[in-house]
């Protein structure tokens, strides 16, 4: 089955822990990006990628590390985590620019 | 200014054609227009999407004015299962591929 797929679902932790939410896709996109969604703010873009090795910065990057050393997979990193990086997070992938973005189901992060 | 505007809400009623507008003024000659829904606790998923001229899938049609700055998204007969967050984007590909969603549209349907 083709999809996108984000681990984990969920994940609590402390300030200035580092933690790596993953996302892979099986179906040979060559676009990925990642988004945060804050009530009242909609989804805004944190990083994308146009291939592998190839990364850039999206509308709200801060605080954010990515990196694309796979064709399928594409890390969030967060090196030091604040409580204002609480969110709701996804992942997604495309064929092209163009095409239809196929989204994970999420990962609800919190900062404590 | 990559962003969209959309009304906050909509209401239908269940079977009913549901018409959801979207502004996009400073649209450039090869923005697409790309929709997605999102349904609670899941990610968005894709409906349509189109550059120029309107299109037609199974889900909805897509109806982009002439002078590209709006596009309406059809739903022809709504369905509870319809009842979801809608999104419009503009997707300049290439080389830049920020993409901004903004709010969307929540679309109520009523039995």
């Known amino acids: 089955e083709a999809q996108v797929t984000q681990n984990p679902r969920y994940l609590i932790t402390v300030t200035g822990k580092k933690l790596t939410v993953t996302c892979s896709q099986n179906?040979?996109?060559?676009?990925m990006s990642w988004y945060r969604q804050d009530p009242g703010l909609g989804l805004r873009q944190i990083y994308y990628?146009?291939?592998?090795?190839?990364?850039d910065k999206g509308d709200v990057p801060e605080g954010y590390k990515v990196s694309r050393k796979e064709k399928r997979n594409f890390p969030l990193i967060l090196e030091s985590p604040s409580p204002n990086q609480t969110s709701l997070y996804f992942c997604?992938?495309?064929?092209?620019?163009?095409?239809?973005?196929?989204f994970g189901n999420g990962t609800r992060l919190t900062v404590t | 200014d990559a962003k969209t505007t959309q009304p906050n809400s909509m209401e239908s009623n269940e079977e009913e054609p549901v018409h959801l507008p979207c502004n996009h003024s400073?649209?450039?000659?090869?923005?697409?227009i790309h929709w997605y829904r999102q349904l609670p606790s899941q990610g968005p998923e894709y409906v349509i999407h189109?550059?120029?001229s309107n299109v037609n899938n199974r889900m909805a049609s897509l109806a982009i004015a002439e002078d590209r700055k709006s596009s309406t998204l059809i739903l022809h007969r709504a369905t509870l299962r319809d009842a979801a967050v809608y999104y419009c984007?503009?997707?300049?590909?290439?080389?830049?591929?920020?993409?901004?969603f903004g709010k969307g549209t929540l679309l109520t349907v009523n039995p």
């Open positions: 997604a992938s495309s064929l092209w620019s163009n095409s239809p973005l196929h």
């Open positions: 179906m040979n996109h060559e676009y």
């Open positions: 990628s146009m291939n592998v090795e190839v990364t």
């Open positions: 400073t649209i450039s000659g090869t923005d697409y």
């Open positions: 189109g550059l120029t």
């Open positions: 984007i503009r997707n300049s590909g290439g080389s830049n591929y920020k993409l901004t």
